[in-house]
Protein backbone atom coordinates (compact mmCIF):
# COMPACT_ATOMS: atom_id res chain seq x y z
CA UNK A 1 0.00 0.00 0.00
CA UNK A 2 1.38 3.11 -0.97
CA UNK A 3 1.93 5.81 2.12
CA UNK A 4 2.74 9.63 1.43
CA UNK A 5 4.50 12.16 3.72
CA UNK A 6 3.80 15.78 2.88
CA UNK A 7 6.50 18.71 4.25
CA UNK A 8 7.22 21.99 3.51
CA UNK A 9 4.84 23.65 5.23
CA UNK A 10 6.40 26.90 7.46
CA UNK A 11 5.54 30.27 8.92
CA UNK A 12 5.13 32.47 5.40
CA UNK A 13 4.57 36.38 5.43
CA UNK A 14 1.36 37.50 3.16
CA UNK A 15 2.07 37.78 -0.37
CA UNK A 16 4.94 35.20 -0.04
CA UNK A 17 5.59 31.55 -1.69
CA UNK A 18 5.88 28.31 -0.47
CA UNK A 19 6.59 24.77 -2.22
CA UNK A 20 4.81 21.61 -0.50
CA UNK A 21 5.99 18.31 -1.44
CA UNK A 22 4.02 14.73 -1.12
CA UNK A 23 6.31 11.85 -1.00
CA UNK A 24 5.40 8.21 -1.89
CA UNK A 25 7.04 5.08 -0.39
CA UNK A 26 5.75 1.74 -1.09
CA UNK A 27 5.39 1.77 -4.59
CA UNK A 28 8.04 1.90 -7.18
CA UNK A 29 5.92 4.28 -9.71
CA UNK A 30 3.40 6.39 -9.00
CA UNK A 31 0.95 7.32 -11.05
CA UNK A 32 -2.29 7.60 -9.88
CA UNK A 33 -3.97 10.61 -9.60
CA UNK A 34 -3.48 12.70 -6.76
CA UNK A 35 -5.27 15.46 -4.63
CA UNK A 36 -4.02 18.24 -2.07
CA UNK A 37 -6.62 19.43 0.33
CA UNK A 38 -6.26 21.54 3.28
CA UNK A 39 -8.20 21.18 7.19
CA UNK A 40 -8.47 24.15 9.22
CA UNK A 41 -10.31 22.77 12.84
CA UNK A 42 -13.63 23.43 12.71
CA UNK A 43 -14.12 23.57 8.97
CA UNK A 44 -14.80 21.38 6.54
CA UNK A 45 -11.93 19.49 3.76
CA UNK A 46 -11.14 21.99 1.14
CA UNK A 47 -10.07 20.51 -1.90
CA UNK A 48 -6.72 22.47 -3.10
CA UNK A 49 -6.02 20.74 -6.43
CA UNK A 50 -5.68 17.57 -7.96
CA UNK A 51 -3.52 16.21 -11.42
CA UNK A 52 -5.15 13.12 -13.01
CA UNK A 53 -2.98 9.89 -14.08
CA UNK A 54 -3.73 9.49 -17.44
CA UNK A 55 -3.03 12.79 -18.90
CA UNK A 56 -1.46 15.18 -15.92
CA UNK A 57 -4.64 17.39 -16.50
CA UNK A 58 -4.84 19.55 -13.63
CA UNK A 59 -7.80 21.17 -11.02
CA UNK A 60 -7.91 23.61 -8.63
CA UNK A 61 -10.54 25.05 -6.44
CA UNK A 62 -11.69 28.39 -6.91
CA UNK A 63 -10.21 30.18 -4.03
CA UNK A 64 -6.66 28.88 -5.48
CA UNK A 65 -7.15 29.07 -9.18
CA UNK A 66 -3.74 31.34 -10.35
CA UNK A 67 -2.02 31.31 -7.26
CA UNK A 68 -1.56 27.29 -6.75
CA UNK A 69 0.31 25.21 -9.17
CA UNK A 70 0.44 20.93 -8.86
CA UNK A 71 2.79 19.15 -10.77
CA UNK A 72 4.25 15.51 -10.35
CA UNK A 73 8.09 14.44 -10.69
CA UNK A 74 8.20 10.77 -11.79
CA UNK A 75 11.89 10.08 -11.24
CA UNK A 76 11.25 11.21 -7.32
CA UNK A 77 7.79 9.56 -6.79
CA UNK A 78 6.68 13.34 -5.88
CA UNK A 79 4.53 15.72 -6.21
CA UNK A 80 4.42 19.24 -5.58
CA UNK A 81 2.40 22.05 -4.81
CA UNK A 82 3.29 25.11 -5.63
CA UNK A 83 1.78 28.23 -3.90
CA UNK A 84 2.08 31.95 -4.39
CA UNK A 85 0.61 35.20 -3.31
CA UNK A 86 0.01 33.73 -0.28
CA UNK A 87 -3.20 34.87 1.82
CA UNK A 88 -3.81 34.14 5.90
CA UNK A 89 -7.24 32.50 5.26
CA UNK A 90 -4.36 29.84 3.10
CA UNK A 91 -3.23 29.30 6.74
CA UNK A 92 -4.08 25.28 7.14
CA UNK A 93 -2.97 22.37 7.26
CA UNK A 94 -1.95 20.22 3.72
CA UNK A 95 -2.34 17.05 3.13
CA UNK A 96 -1.57 14.72 -0.10
CA UNK A 97 -3.49 11.59 -1.46
CA UNK A 98 -4.75 9.47 -4.18
CA UNK A 99 -7.75 11.25 -5.52
CA UNK A 100 -9.61 8.71 -7.94
CA UNK A 101 -11.97 10.80 -8.41
CA UNK A 102 -10.02 14.20 -9.56
CA UNK A 103 -11.97 16.16 -12.22
CA UNK A 104 -15.39 15.43 -10.65
CA UNK A 105 -17.34 17.36 -8.32
CA UNK A 106 -15.98 16.97 -4.68
CA UNK A 107 -13.51 14.53 -5.44
CA UNK A 108 -12.04 15.35 -2.32
CA UNK A 109 -14.04 13.53 0.11
CA UNK A 110 -13.08 10.08 -2.07
CA UNK A 111 -9.71 10.04 -1.43
CA UNK A 112 -6.83 7.31 -0.42
CA UNK A 113 -4.68 7.32 2.52
CA UNK A 114 -2.83 10.40 3.48
CA UNK A 115 0.29 11.34 5.50
CA UNK A 116 0.38 13.99 8.99
CA UNK A 117 -0.02 16.56 7.08
CA UNK A 118 2.12 19.98 6.62
CA UNK A 119 1.38 23.25 8.90
CA UNK A 120 1.48 26.37 6.70
CA UNK A 121 0.66 29.83 8.54
CA UNK A 122 0.47 32.66 6.52
CA UNK A 123 0.80 35.68 8.82
CA UNK A 124 2.70 39.02 9.18
Known amino acids: QVQRAESGGVLVQPGGSLRLSCAAS????????IGWFRQVPGKAREGVSC????????YYGDSVKGRFSISRDYARNTFYLEMDTLRPDDTAVYYCATAPRCGRTDWWNYLGSWGAGTQVTVSS
Open 26 to 33: GSSSDTYA
Open 51 to 58: ISATDNTT
